[in-house]
């Protein structure tokens, strides 16, 4: 834990809780348990007496900014003792240091002190030209060269009036570039009112076609969305656009208006003395060269950080559906890992997903194997009693999809069912650590169709053996903070997998690492115990793992699922700690556990209040009896599987006006994408997902869903698919127009900037007019 006062640490609470919508005893509370080593799913599960009962959504927030406050509090530490030892620190700066409320204004209180290199303002100090600057400023009637003309000095390098009148001006300069107040003002004021404006650099119109929308492109800072404002950073990285901040539409009227509040801070007005002219282009100086750049920096940073931390967000919700995604259960599946000219890889794993056997097919071009393929994978579903067959949906999946569709008839018996799943991340489980582990005599191109197989088992249980942002279901993951996306995706999986539970006896160590409390040695001991010494009987036996003590055990026993144990309980998620509360109401109503656990009309009829004590309250009973109702309940959805139309199977055989089932792929901020089946994600914008208005996709659909959808229109040469979920829906017609800007440039308006599906270039972004999705949303706008 920090070391902080009292004082600050109630302050920081406080803060927190205001900003969560909680009171300051719950943060205090909460941090309180977080700073003991406690993780944020076992907060929200098994302390909600202690914190009142902040969800896990509250908990992640005051974990996120806790770390900030501390990182602001330490910062002022830091600042505070270091203008101190300068021996500038006065009460009224201490003061205004004390009242920062963000890095950002610390960070403008500390930069005339902060320590640097010499700039030409302190040379001209040291060079005796303070007064000069000082004297003009304070006395505008005086004549400028002649009142320099006492400052000529060839010894200290004013060689001059012109020499002695640029050291003057550039200490004005410096001085009002770094007045906290000022700077402060004008940033509020460019950040209301900023219009970032992109241009293409000059000879590279063909080199960057893909960003040929934001050629010229003007929008305002302050509304911009995220996912376009990282499309311009990419743009700028790689070299094809620049990008400035103008402040406002007028950029002249602008510029006029920031030199003015300038010279407003300054004590200047043009009233025709002597020094005023000059005195004036000071202040416009200090405005085009040192403010508006340092702000244009850290206005830039600042909504990068923004746009990053919503890219993080939707990463993160699309995420966190992948991975509660319906399972199959307990079948036997068998993987297809389609390829062409390596070959179909194939395996099948029991129904606990257990490899028993292998093969490589050849059904495509150029060998044409098919009835050989057919004959193989109709002896295995056969020796094997596959129930599922699970299909790729990379290169060669629909001519995969037509193979099984083919085996299915073959054997019609059997009623075995084909299913399209996504193989996002497979290669990357192939070749990896875990995958080695796992399974280190089969070959890599093998290990891709064994994962396929599993996530349609218990997507859960298999995705988190892959990176996180390796799943790709972001939007510009790779332009985002790294960092800060594995932390924030790690606490999304961490949720997930907490929020289902693990069975301990059967679980990888992938799975086990991200239970609550358990580092990635402690899941492999668990592991290892259990391969050494057979199934785990109850969860105290747990405390026989290496480094595994009653702390950790406090933190994972809840998670951790024991079936058919020594102990009904332990198949549940009642907390060892809370088993006294089930036996006060096993004496109380006379049934044993047994009979007790799953009888649900008899548990709804019992009142939580007649088994609380001084550790468990309400909340903590009323969730007992939840469990007690329906143990072990699994809070994933029924498991369905989409069904792609036949002869559908490239992008070159939609036609507008096909109404097609397909998976949703991705949520952004401005739509979803579809997998229709055709190697190609279509994208249904957000103004066509629903009949009514919708402000965040995710309010009606979510990675994962299977949904029905329109086609609008397609373009092929682009790789572009229009769907719509209004199934009422003609097809656009290409009415679409330019915004006008000034000097003609296009301002956005919606319909613009879509992070690439799969398969395109790295970024495609729809044109703003002549085509269905602009279209369909200049229709939104005016309705």
Known sequence: MPDFSPALARKIAATIADEIGAQPAQAVAAIALLDEGATVPFIARYRKEVTGGLDDTQLRNLETRLTY?????????????????????????????????????????????????????????????????????????????????????????????????????????????????????????????????????????AAGEKFRDYFDHAETLANIPSHRLLALFRGRREEFLTLDLDPGNDADAGHLYAEGRVALHAGVSDQGRAADAWLRNACRLAWKAKLHLHLLIDLFSQARETAEADAIAVFGDNLEDLLLAAPAGPKVVLGLDPGIRTGCKVAVVDATGKLVATDTLYPHEPRRQWDQSLASLRKLCVAHGVQLIAIGNGTASRETDKLAGDLLKLLPDRKMQKIVVSEAGASVYSASETAAKEFPGLDVSLRGAVSIARRLQDPLAELVKIEPKAIGVGQYQHDVDQFKLARALDARVEDCVNAVGVFVNTASGALLSRVSGLSSTVAENIVAHRDANGPFKSRRELLKVPRLGEKTFEQCAGFLRIADGDEPLDASSVHPEAYPVVERIVQATGKPIQSLVGDGSFVRTLKPAQFTDERFGEPTVRDILRELEKPG???????????????????????????????????????????????????????????????????????????RVKVLEVDVARKRIALTRRLDDAPAAREGRTEGGRNGTRVARGARDKPAPRGSAPHASAPPADNALAAAFARARKS
Not at 110 to 123: E, G, N, S
Not at 653 to 670: H, K, P, Q, T, W
Request: no cysteine.
């Open 69 to 205: 406050l501390r990182e602001l509090e330490d910062r002022r530490a830091a600042i505070l003792a270091s203008i101190d030892e300068q021996g500038k620190l006065t009460p009224e700066l201490r003061a205004d240091i004390d009242a920062a409320d963000s890095k950002a204004r610390l960070e403008d209180l500390y930069l005339p002190y902060k320590p640097r290199r010499r700039t030409r303002a302190q040379i001209a100090r040291e060079a005796g030209l303070e007064p000069l600057a000082d004297g003009l400023l304070q006395d505008p009637t005086r004549v400028p060269e002649d009142f320099a003309a006492q400052f000529v000095d060839a010894d200290k390098g004013v060689a001059d009036t012109k020499a002695a009148l640029e050291g003057a001006r550039a200490i004005l300069i410096e001085r009002w570039g770094e007045d906290a107040a000022l700077v402060g003002e004008l940033r509020g004021w460019l950040q209301a009112n900023g219009v970032i404006r992109a241009r293409v650099v000059e000879g590279k119109e």
């Open 633 to 707: 309940r699994d809070p994933r959805p029924e498991f369905k599987a989409a069904k792609f139309a036949d002869g559908v199977e490239d992008i070159k055989d939609l036609r507008e006006g096909m109404i097609l089932e397909g998976v949703v792929s991705n949520v952004a901020a401005f739509g979803a994408f579809v997998d229709i089946g055709v190697h190609q994600d279509g994208l249904v914008h957000i103004s066509a997902l629903s009949d009514r208005f919708v402000k965040d996709p995710r309010e009606v659909v979510k990675a994962g869903d299977i949904v």
